[in-house]
């Protein structure tokens, strides 16, 4: 069972960065994609962005140019570079981790973590 843990949350204003992580508690082999979600009050989850163990990844067109994915594959990591945030970024940001792709639709990956708060605000 793989347990992974998000950590980096928290309150920036407009315009600011955040720096979001996700460490598994095993490894994560090259047969997972690594997924970001957020779901904000009152809303549907939403997929942000996901990377394969090449590298090669895909994003929202809601965060598109502004956050960055990324993977170490040696230390089970993936995280997520917040930039240029927004109001309407706030939302539970969660890692997620599975053995297919499912494109950019959110979906119930396999493996979750409990999430992290990201407040945009000022």
């Known amino acids: 069972q793989v347990e992974l843990v998000e950590s980096g949350g928290g309150l920036v204003q407009p315009g600011g960065s955040l720096r979001l992580s996700c460490a598994a508690s095993?490894?994560?082999?090259?047969?997972?994609?690594l997924y970001w979600v957020r779901q904000a009050p009152g809303k549907v989850r939403e997929f942000i962005a996901t990377?394969?163990?090449?590298?090669?990844?895909i994003y929202a067109d809601s965060v598109k140019g502004r956050f960055i994915i990324s993977r170490d594959n040696a230390k089970n990591t993936v995280s997520l570079q917040m930039n240029s945030l927004k109001p309407d970024d706030t939302a539970v940001y969660y890692c997620?981790?599975?053995?297919?792709?499912?494109?950019?639709?959110?979906?119930?990956?396999?493996?979750w973590g409990q999430g992290t708060q990201v407040t945009v605000s000022s």
């Open positions: 997620a981790a599975d053995r297919k792709y499912y494109g950019t639709q959110a979906h119930e990956y396999y493996y």
């Open positions: 990377i394969a163990w090449s590298g090669g990844s």
């Open positions: 095993e490894i994560i082999d090259r047969t997972y994609w």
